[in-house]
């Protein structure tokens, strides 16, 4: 088993029809950047940086934050790493942070979480724009904000970072030799100003961990509604095909990177959507990598279409039936 393991950390996910289709890991810790090498991903597509909040008693100091940013990139070499700002509040909760005047939240979720912390708690964002800016000195930095609805959301986070590059130029320090801006699309009212935000980022990555529980209004942590709804309902593949669409032609790169893209079937279907990158838990590399060598995209592409021009009762059940019928 460890073999066939080893053996998929070197296989390139190409599929059968030749197209590369692009394979990233999700990662929080230090520790987690390993599993790029004995994955053989690409990437890390989604690094969470409050993990190193979450598990710290006190809030990280500037320089903590720096070193594990720079030791995470340098673990990386080569293999781009897209940082995710603080996304605390929520149900994830820091005790060295209070929260809303202590008032308790009835939807935490949909509440003073993430990049809306980060923008009213602005020296939050200021320090960990100096950290990473100063970690990716003369390297490529990716740099992504979780919880983006509105377009000004993401100007005001990025103002945070070039005035803090400003700062850091004004001081004749190290920058990074570029710096690529992207957000996270999880608030279904997003979708609806692609057109704004497209030409103010490089990359966009669809988590569908929170995107799903928004858009049927279904709590992600609540196991009497994990039944309630599929990943393979018509309503969310059309609506990341939908995205998708919007953004065909722009200079953005679309990744997935919620848990839906970690399992064969939702993969399957949303490379059938038009998507190319996918960043996922990494035990799921291995397998992924395996089922896209099988997979003919052209076909799904086309199965896809079919299917979302007129909705078949169980979708699920007939991409089952249509993978089992070419081995996938
Ligand atoms: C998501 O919401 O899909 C996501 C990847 O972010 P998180 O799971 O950390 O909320
Ligand atoms: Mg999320």
Redo the contacts with the bound molecule.
Sequence with gaps: RQAAYAALRDVVPVSADGKRITVMI?AGLRDDVANLGLTGADGIG?F?TEFQFLVSATLPARERQTRLYREVMEQAGNKPVMFRTV?IGGDKTLPYLRHNDGDDEENPAMGWRALRVALERDGLLKVQARALLEAAAGRTLNVMF?MVSEPWEFDAARAVFDSQLEFLRSRRKRVPEAIRYGV?L?VPALAEQLDVLAPKIQFLSI?????TQFLFAADRANPKLAERYDWLSPAILRFIRRIVRNLEGQAVDVTV???MGGRQLEALALIGLGIERLSITPASVGPLKAMIGKCDVSAIREAMEGWLAAPPENLRQVLTSWATERGI
């Design positions: 999700n989604l969470r996304d979780p996270m999880e988590g569908t961990n929170d995107l990177c919620g848990e």
